[in-house]
């Protein structure tokens, strides 16, 4: 049995081809790993906090230090960080809007780094603390950017490995729904994203 999270960042609503692909991924997450827990988190609906400079600097404060004030602060940030820490699986909806992430899944990022508890500082620079964890990514984007001449203007993809694995999480495999807007290409877009699935 295997504890399954699944991020949402897309603005598409039910036409999004990032949630259609994410839950493709979680299917077949479910078909292999009998009788998992799934938790669902549109971070778009809930509307994530952006970082303030007070919140930030609470993130530094040790947490026995910490007043009823500031304990509140980051109780938004708490409560994903254990939700993260939680999950065996994540799978990560992340369409592409212009060349990057959605600012709901950068502010979801944003609250699940925090020094001391998502990464540290050894010897040799930094070490990521969330380990032993499978990535998947869902991305879904207009054009084709996993190769040719658009795969320089993908800052998501890139990013999301690089990120993450700074957190510690280096397992990360990315399925892609790609041209849905080129003619020639989008009209089988999607079963190609989706017959691509394999999971580890």
Known sequence: MKRILHLISSIQGKESYSIKL????????????????LEELNLVDIEIPHLTPAVLGTFFIPGDRLTKEEKESIRFSDKMVKQLLAADIIVIGAPLYNFTIHSSLKAWIDHIT??????????????????????????????????????????????????LGFLGMTNLTVFRAEGLKVPGVKEHAMEKAIDSIKID
């Open 114 to 163: 925090r020094a001391g508890i998502t990464f540290g500082y050894g010897e040799n620079g930094p070490v990521g603390k969330v380990t032993g964890k499978k990535v998947y990514v869902a991305m879904s984007s207009g054009g084709v950017y996993s190769e040719g001449p658009g795969k320089a203007n993908d800052f998501v993809a890139p990013y999301l490995k690089s990120f």
């Open 22 to 37: 994410g839950e493709a991924i979680v299917e077949k997450i479910q078909e292999k790993y009998t009788g998992s827990i």
